[in-house]
């Protein structure tokens, strides 16, 4: 049943500060033509009393959109959702993470499994992951997804591609074109997300796969795991990369130091890289990933581990190793996201759009010269663990949630 969910905000400013809230100072207004400018979204005492390195990298300004829109429900019937992508004819092609994929219609109608898909393993965080399509995809059909793949040596990130049939009931001639070694024998910290730049190159993103015994490889150069990754459409390193004819390095290796990267997108306005990934408790982080780039996990973070100890040495800040552009403490779980290019909502343009996991939340995040300026949270009431979202050829907002749920945002 099609459940619908009015959203009409106006301008307001909020009045009151959380205790757990750090110091206004940090809460920088925001320049944009949002209605509303107000105390930080986040009102949860935070698990570190760590200091930002700038102000306005965490708990910023909040912001309110004044154009009335809704979220609606198209279905609840998918089983575990985890990537989702727009074909050209505005239908959505989705991944389900125990293996299956899935076409929905704008009005929220699932055509049956697809099959012909690699063997996945589903066990903990792994499954079928990621998904996106060739950009001429209107004449070769291709598309490319990501996945824990199973192997005697243990359980590693993928990467996938094969034809949609005519009648889109299969994938034809599937084929693994990468794989982030080492693989481990753990079911935790994939990444998984992969995308097409406009060079016609591929992006994917791995996890560092959570164990102190693995975690010490998102720093290193020649391992695959907690990683960004610039290949080809066959899988090779892609020309150009920063480590390309380096001696101990991977040429496929883009930037390094991540934790567990489930959000990538490309800003359409810059043409810039941005991922955001999972911290500890607290220390989720937003970065704009630039070629050959240490972003500091394990060696710096915002965050503690899940026991409560520190992490390593407990320092937020080091040479040579790249500051967040923002974090979260406590934690959203930043899993999916994508920028909005549409001018049907002109304020969100090219803002940046969150699938919020443990924040049962969208994430609007305003972005000004590679700064944020601005929070906002989407669909909060909903109660939903969002896994991810994605612009459609409509202009709306498309989301999925680890409930089986698939979301319409747009203009009322």
């Known amino acids: 049943m099609t459940k619908i969910i009015p959203v009409l905000i106006t301008a307001a400013t909020l009045a009151i500060t959380s205790c757990g809230t750090p110091p ?23 698990n570190t009393q760590y200091k930002p390195a700038f102000v306005g990298q965490t ?64 066990e903990g965080q792994g499954g079928l992951l990621g998904i996106c399509i060739d950009p001429d995809f209107a004449s070769n059909r291709m598309v490319y997804w990501a996945f824990s793949e199973p ?7 993928a990467a996938a591609k094969g034809k949609l049939s005519a009648d889109e009931t299969k994938i034809e001639g599937a084929t693994v074109f990468y794989r982030a070694t080492p693989a481990y024998k753990g079911t935790l910290h994939y990444g998984g997300r992969i995308l097409f730049t406009k060079d016609g190159n ?31 459409k066959e899988g090779k390193p892609a020309a150009g990369n920063p480590f390309e004819g380096k001696s101990g390095a991977r040429p496929e ?58 992490v390593g040495e407990a320092i937020q800040q080091k040479e040579g190793l790249e500051q967040p552009v923002y974090y979260w403490d406590p934690v ?17 343009k090219n803002n940046l759009f969150i699938a919020c996991l443990s924040g049962m939340h969208i994430a ?16 909060a009431s909903e109660n939903q663990r969002f896994r991810a979202v994605t612009e459609g050829t409509d202009g709306a907002l498309y989301a999925v949630t680890e409930q089986g749920r698939l979301y319409r945002v747009a203009k009322k």
Do not use: C
Not at 332 to 348: A, K
């Open 59 to 122: 708990r910023i300004a909040s912001v309110k959109t004044s154009t009335a829109y809704e979220g609606k429900v198209l279905t609840s019937d998918l089983k575990k959702p985890w990537g989702i992508t727009s074909l050209p004819d505005g239908r959505l092609l989705i991944t389900e993470k125990e293996g299956t994929m899935r076409i929905a219609t704008k009005e929220g109608a699932l055509g049956a499994p697809i099959t012909g898909i690699p063997k996945v393993n589903s």
């Open 24 to 46: 206004a100072e940090n809460a920088v207004a925001a320049t944009t033509d949002s209605t509303a400018v107000g105390s930080p979204v986040e009102t949860k005492e935070p």
């Open 253 to 310: 290796l883009y930037s390094y130091g991540h934790r567990n990267v489930q959000s990538i997108a490309l800003n359409p306005a810059t043409g810039d890289l941005w991922e955001a990934e999972f911290g500890p408790r607290g220390g989720d982080e937003l970065n704009r990933i630039e070629p050959g780039k240490n972003y500091g996990w394990p060696t710096i973070t915002y965050g503690i581990e899940y026991s409560g100890e520190k």
């Open 151 to 157: 192997s005697a040596a243990g359980n590693l990130t």
């Open 332 to 348: 959203v779980s930043p899993s999916g996201m994508t920028f909005y290019s549409s001018d049907n909502i002109p304020e969100w």
């Open 202 to 232: 591929l992006i994917l993103s791995t996890g560092e796969r959570s164990d102190l015994e693995t975690r010490p490889q998102a720093q290193d150069i020649n391992s695959g795991l907690g990683k960004v990754i610039r290949i080809t």
């Open 364 to 379: 609007r995040i305003v972005i000004e010269n590679n700064k944020v300026v601005g929070e906002e949270r989407l669909l």
